[in-house]
């Protein structure tokens, strides 16, 4: 598998090197080689529940894409005039410290789409591609990235890189500040699960791939609205996910979440907040709390979902960032996911509101390479009740 990476990273070289010999007749084309590499160490335990079901565990060592996710891709576009174009991008997620795929061990997981641009209209995508919540919601949170348990995702499910295969996806220009974006796709690639009174009934792994009939496909519908001015940042989005038919056999909804959250820029610190609500189902589990499972109706399968009628969460999110001169930048975060009463009669474990504290720092050593270091802290983690967890780690980024 690690022969197959470095096969491709060398291919890619020699595509974005040919690219600078093109002939004048391809002047307006371009091919863009690119990538994170990411690496540090953590430490990182939890507590044992007061019911026992959870013992307690500590976990120290390397990680890979402890601030942004290890990545190589290409991007490029081919300019039609008269303001179109096309464009397209691949991009492969790996682990560094071990050298295998990531996304589903996906050639291409991270993003795989091509798409018509007009400059006065906007851009139309097709592929595999981020919801529109993770494109919008990026710039509110300081923890943008993985971040382990500091990050947006351990409230926010859908705001936390999720990716759907088989998306058309429509952003308009932007207007005025306003920037509207859609997408639907046809068959997510996730792992499903169907939850009744606490037990997963049924994990439908068939979902991961593309069924022929169309109802028996896990789809999703997303959607936001954002709007930028100066310091002011502002965004709505709004996720749908529908369950296979065959599996669910009417008897579960729709799971659904929302989120409206907005950014001032005060200069010598930004200000940001977020709300949320997610209902009838949970998207990539909330975020993984070191292979503990978010509540026993949930499975931890990264990029999944589980269709829950019980389940009701409102998500809440503080944060604040600010620049120290040349010397970086220090960031912290507050956040709470609350479940409804609803969901206790669902869970074999007590439940309780989860709240999670984390602060980091970054330092620019050069203009492609900074060094990292992060704390989080969670209350009633996975929203089990008395479970704690903690984390810390330090490492470095380097982009190419």
């Known amino acids: 598998m690690a022969r197959r990476i470095y096969k491709n990273i060398v291919f890619f070289c020699v595509l974005a090197l040919l690219t600078q010999f093109s002939p004048p007749t391809y002047a307006q084309s371009s091919l863009t080689l690119y990538g994170t ?3 540090g160490f953590a430490i990182s335990k939890h507590s044992s529940t007061p019911s026992d079901r959870y013992g307690p565990e500590t976990s120290i060592g390397l990680i890979s894409g402890g601030q942004s996710g290890d990545r190589f891709g290409l991007k490029g576009s081919e300019q039609l005039g008269s303001g179109q174009a096309i464009k397209f991008q691949l991009e492969d997620g790996f682990n560094l410290g071990n050298a295998t795929y990531g996304q589903g061990r996906r050639l291409f997981g991270r993003q795989s789409w091509i798409g018509y641009e007009n400059q ?12 529109i919540a993770s494109d919008y919601m990026g710039q509110l949170s300081p923890f943008t990235g993985q971040y382990g348990n500091a990050s947006l995702g351990m ?5 936390s890189a999720e990716r759907l295969s088989n998306l058309i996806k429509i952003q308009t220009t932007e207007l005025s500040g306003f ?5 639907y796709s046809f068959s997510t690639g996730m792992t499903s699960g169907y939850a009744k009174s606490g037990d997963v009934v049924s994990l439908d792994r068939s979902t991961s791939g593309y069924n022929y009939s169309t109802v028996n496909n896990l789809r999703s519908f997303t959607s936001g609205i954002k709007y930028s001015d100066g310091p002011v940042y502002l965004v709505l989005t709004y996720d749908s996910f529908y369950p296979n038919a065959a599996t669910a056999n009417n008897d579960f909804k729709n799971a659904n979440a929302w989120i409206l959250g907005g950014a001032y820029d005060f200069e010598i610190f930004k200000l940001s907040g977020a709300y949320g609500q997610t209902k009838n189902g949970a998207v990539n589990t909330l ?18 979902i589980i269709f829950d009628s019980s389940l009701s969460i409102a998500s809440y999110m503080i944060g604040i960032a600010s620049p120290v001169s040349s010397y970086g930048q220090v960031f912290a975060a507050w956040q709470m996911a609350q479940p409804s009463g609803g969901m206790q009669s669902g869970s074999f474990s007590p439940i309780a509101t989860q709240r999670v504290v984390s602060a980091g720092y970054t330092y620019p050593l050069s203009k492609r390479t900074s060094f990292y270091s992060y704390a989080g802290y969670g209350m009633n983690s996975a929203m089990i009740d008395g479970l704690f967890s903690a984390v810390f780690a330090v490492g470095m980024t380097h982009k190419f």
């Open 287 to 304: 975020q993984n709390v070191l292979g503990v499972v978010r509540n026993d109706t949930f499975d931890n399968t990264n990029s999944s």
């Open 155 to 159: 409230s926010f499910g859908t705001a």
């Open 37 to 39: 590499l990411d690496a």
């Open 120 to 131: 006065s209209a906007g851009l139309i995508q097709f592929g595999r591609q981020n919801n």
């Open 179 to 183: 920037k509207l974006g859609i997408g």
